[in-house]
């Protein structure tokens, strides 16, 4: 069983920046692909960010590609969200999702993690 809880998200105005953390326990923390997705009002949840176990390799999505940065640092088991250059359509509830995959698979799929955080809400204003 994996816990995680997400932090850092509020309002910020367009062009601004923030910081998401997730918090994780429960599991080996370096044997979890971790992802970022976030659902928008009346949208369905759509993948943000992931990283590997290792840290090593990262996907993103396009529309964020440039302007956020997924990290993670295995010693405290957390990974972060570095959010800049935020626009109004970024406006959305952020979640952190985990699962155990190899320690270099990476996942983009909603339907591939099993353990999911409660979420925070973003909320850019323009």
């Known amino acids: 069983q994996v816990q995680l809880d997400e932090s850092g998200g509020g309002l910020v105005q367009a062009g601004g920046s923030l910081r998401l953390s997730c918090a994780a326990s429960g599991l080996p923390f370096s044997s979890l692909t971790m992802g970022w997705f976030r659902q928008a009002p009346g949208k369905e949840r759509e993948f943000v960010a992931a990283l590997t176990g290792s840290g090593r390799s990262t996907s993103y999505a396009d529309s964020v590609k440039g302007r956020f940065t997924i990290s993670r640092d295995n010693a405290k088991n957390m990974v972060f969200l570095q959010m800049n250059s935020l626009k109004p359509e970024d406006t959305a509830d952020y979640y952190c999702?985990?699962?155990?995959?190899?320690?270099?698979?990476?996942?983009?799929?909603?339907?591939?993690?099993?353990?999911w955080g409660q979420g925070t809400q973003v909320t850019v204003s323009s």
């Open positions: 999702a985990a699962d155990r995959y190899p320690r270099y698979s990476i996942r983009t799929s909603s339907s591939e993690y099993h353990y």
